[in-house]
């Protein structure tokens, strides 16, 4: 069966996130935690036509930008997201990573 898979960001990239991601805004009337909502920043399209979201994320300090790493083929497309820090730093899959999962 042909179809879309949606791999994701890397481990590493998901850690660092929770290390550095703005923490929710906590409602001072019912003491709920509201984690902030990603911005959609880009889309890219799957096999089929159909349109996958890309996001920015707040940061504590800045923000980081989700992009399509690689998209190779195994049974359909496999979308490796990777993260883009402040418009520098980026946390990437690697070759080895990819490979391995697409066998």
């Known amino acids: 069966m042909r ?3 949606y791999i994701g ?8 996130l929770d290390k550095n991601r703005k923490p929710p805004v906590v409602c001072k009337m019912c003491n709920t935690p509201t984690p902030m909502k990603p911005e959609v920043i880009g889309v890219y399209e799957g096999m089929f ?3 996958y979201n890309l996001h920015r994320h707040q940061l504590k300090h800045g ?3 989700e992009f399509l790493q690689a998209s190779p083929w195994s049974s359909g497309p496999m979308f490796f997201i990777g993260l883009r820090i402040n418009e520098g730093i980026e946390l990437r899959w690697t070759d080895s990573e990819i490979r391995e999962m697409s066998q």
């Open 3 to 5: 179809t879309d898979q």
């Open 49 to 51: 036509g159909n349109k």
């Open 63 to 65: 923000y980081a930008d």
């Open 9 to 16: 960001l890397s481990r590493r990239a998901k850690d660092w």
